[in-house]
């Protein structure tokens, strides 16, 4: 059996009051259209097909990787419509699922159980039940039970407007079925649109059942609409993650503060972290890691026993086990630090590797840097790694002690053991086990009196 799942994106979204196309916000940093895109290829033997309109050129760029086939619908005059622009693709054996670009947060479980109550005479639609249901379409039974049709809100009369069942907009159809009822779709309703919902009531008359399923909860199957709505579903997405999170043994501070835009390819256990972190892309972290507040992970590993103090930035980085970072520390792109590494208050790193123990515990910028194992650098130290066109390299030895206030004016060398004096500008290769030092001798001028103010 072959599916074939249409995904309805062809709205302007006008309550988002944006420029950018309604499908392409983001919820965790992933287009909502991305998300339903991603669950869709979750379910087995799946074809995808987006039917788009405005902001066409900007939609199909932003998901150019994945494997979809678009049409276009030019005008929007109704989901029954926009279906219909997708029934040449759309093969008599195949299952059809109608999906929305704009509803994200749908789960691949219920769709399953949707999809299981499909057959060549029945059709399955996800429905729920509202408080208010004002807006929705709502789903007509009969005195058994038995949907006969949905009406849309604006042609409802009161006793049905009462009807608390509402459409989801969500169903799966056999292809034969569909196509021949897409044919037969009117627009003699309040809005002169082609309703997909008309569909109902047409397969009532051919025989075939109507087997709904209730959506397990309400946020699953919400729409965004406005900005509103969006902040509310990122809030339901990123709880869903600190309970994730929580129940694969992570403690965490206050579920209700943190922020998971993307995975983890690793998860330990006993992590615990304080509140406002977030991570982003693809983290790996590894058991007994500690968070503190105010932390941004992005792209990195932070293997087991590390310690991060708050207020820190990591990004692209490799940070070895018992490590501690922070707080105010900031680990750039390409940064491994080995076991035991120290990295301290207002520390920057740049695309260098520390080895193991090593400690930049104040103050420091370390750029295109190989630092051995077992080095000390005081605070203040600067490598000056770039002339203002070139970028070079530092390379630090084991044991090295490097005082405050340095400047290694790269490309550098520092012998292993060397002990830099505090305060100089190093510009030479040092040798080993030296100190090396360059700075003004100290003089103190005796019988020296201060300037006195004239009168
Ligand atoms: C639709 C359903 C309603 C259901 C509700 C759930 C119909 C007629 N009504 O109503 O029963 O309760 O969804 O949210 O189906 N779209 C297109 N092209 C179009 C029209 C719409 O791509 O020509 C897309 C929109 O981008 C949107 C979705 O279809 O993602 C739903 O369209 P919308 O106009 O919001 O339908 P509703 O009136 O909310
Ligand atoms: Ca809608």
């Known amino acids: 059996m072959a599916l074939k799942t249409i995904i309805l994106a062809a709205g302007q979204g006008t309550r988002m009051c944006s420029k950018l196309p309604k499908v392409l916000h983001k919820l965790a940093n992933k287009t909502l259209l991305q998300h339903v895109c991603d669950t869709s290829f979750k379910l087995k033997n799946n074809h995808l097909i987006v039917v788009y309109g405005h902001g066409g050129v900007q939609v199909k760029h932003e998901l150019a990787s994945l494997n979809l086939t678009w049409i276009e619908q030019t005008q929007q005059l109704g989901t029954g419509h926009a279906v219909q622009q997708a029934a040449a693709e759309i093969e008599d054996s195949d299952t059809v699922l109608i999906l929305y670009g704009d509803v994200p947060l749908l789960k691949q479980q219920t769709l399953n159980n949707l999809l299981s109550k499909v057959s060549s005479n029945s059709l399955a639609l996800l429905t729920v039940t509202l408080n208010n249901p004002t807006g929705y379409g709502r789903i007509i039974r009969d005195n058994n ?20 069942e509402v459409n989801t907009g969500i169903l799966a159809v056999q292809g034969k079925k569909l196509k021949h009822w897409l044919l037969q779709l009117q627009n003699d309703n309040s809005q002169q649109e082609y309703y997909l919902t008309d569909v109902i009531a047409m397969a009532v008359a051919d025989g075939i059942e109507v087997k709904t399923q209730q959506a397990p909860n309400v946020d699953e199957v919400l ?14 997405y990123q709880l869903e993650q600190a309970e994730a999170l929580m129940l694969a043994g992570v403690s965490l501070c206050d579920p209700n503060r943190i922020d998971v835009r993307g995975s983890f390819s690793k998860l330990g256990q006993d992590i615990t972290i304080d509140i406002n ?38 990004e692209d980085a490799v940070v070895g086990a018992d490590s501690r970072i922070g707080p105010f520390a900031r680990l750039r792109p390409q940064t491994k630090l080995a076991a035991k590494v120290h990295v301290g208050n ?22 295109d840097s190989i630092i051995g194992s077992g080095v000390n650098i005081g605070a203040g130290t600067i490598t000056c790694n770039y002339d203002g066109v070139n970028k070079f390299q530092t390379i630090i030895q084991d044991g090295a002690f490097i005082g405050s206030n340095s400047q290694l004016v790269a490309p550098v060398n520092i012998g292993k053991n060397a002990t830099i004096g505090a305060g100089s500008t190093i510009t030479k290769n040092t040798p080993d086990a030296q100190l090396t ?19």
């Open 223 to 236: 729409g965004v609409n406005n900005r509103i709505q969006l902040a509310h579903l990122e809030r339901v």
């Open 437 to 455: 030092l360059t700075r003004a001798k100290q003089i103190s001028i005796k019988n020296w009196h201060r300037p006195l103010k004239n009168s």
């Open 346 to 367: 207002f520390v920057e790193i740049k695309k260098s590797s520390i080895a193991t123990g090593s400690k930049i515990n104040h103050l420091s910028y370390i750029g």
């Open 277 to 314: 972190v977030i991570f982003i892309g693809t983290n790996s972290i590894a058991d007994n890691v500690t968070i503190g507040a105010n932390v941004i992970i992005k792209n990195s590993t932070i293997e087991s026993g590390v310690v991060i103090l708050p207020n820190c930035i990591i």
């Open 145 to 164: 039970q038995q949907v006969i049709k949905i009406v849309e809100q604006k042609d409802a009369d009161a006793l049905e407007q009462q009807v608390q």
